[in-house]
Nanobody
Framework: QVQLAESGGGLVQAGGSLRLSCAAS????????MGWFRQAPGKEREFVAA????????YYTDSVKGRFTISRDIAKNMVYLQMNSLKPDDTAVYYC?????????????????WGQGTQVTVSS
């Protein structure tokens, strides 16, 4: 069993930065890739970024490339999402998730554990 808890969300002006953290518990944390997803009001949950089990490979959706950075600290059971140059379109609830796979995947159905989410609001 893996439990995930996000933190670090908040209200920020456009152009600002936030760092989201995801604390994981459970002995199988390191066995899977990790991802960040987001869901804006009235929209479906969408993939944002993912990192493989080793922390070496990362992948981003086009809209955040060059602005967001995903990282993980296996020893601390933590995953992070550094978000820079934030835009109002980035406003959403952000979720971290653990994949059943060790490789990167963007498909929500391939993630078996999810956190409760943290709200990010970017004002214009």
């Amino acid at each position: 069993q893996v439990q995930l808890a996000e933190s670090g969300g908040g209200l920020v002006q456009a152009g600002g930065s936030l760092r989201l953290s995801c604390a994981a518990s459970g002995r199988t944390f390191s066995a899977g890739a990790m991802g960040w997803f987001r869901q804006a009001p009235g929209k479906e949950r969408e993939f944002v970024a993912a990192i493989d089990w080793s922390g070496v490979s990362t992948y981003y959706t086009d809209s955040v490339k060059g602005r967001f950075t995903i990282s993980r600290d296996i020893a601390k059971n933590m995953v992070y999402l550094q978000m820079n140059s934030l835009k109002p379109d980035d406003t959403a609830v952000y979720y971290c998730a653990r994949s059943r796979l060790v490789r990167i995947t963007t498909t929500p159905n391939e993630y078996d554990y999810w956190g409760q989410g943290t709200q990010v609001t970017v004002s214009s």
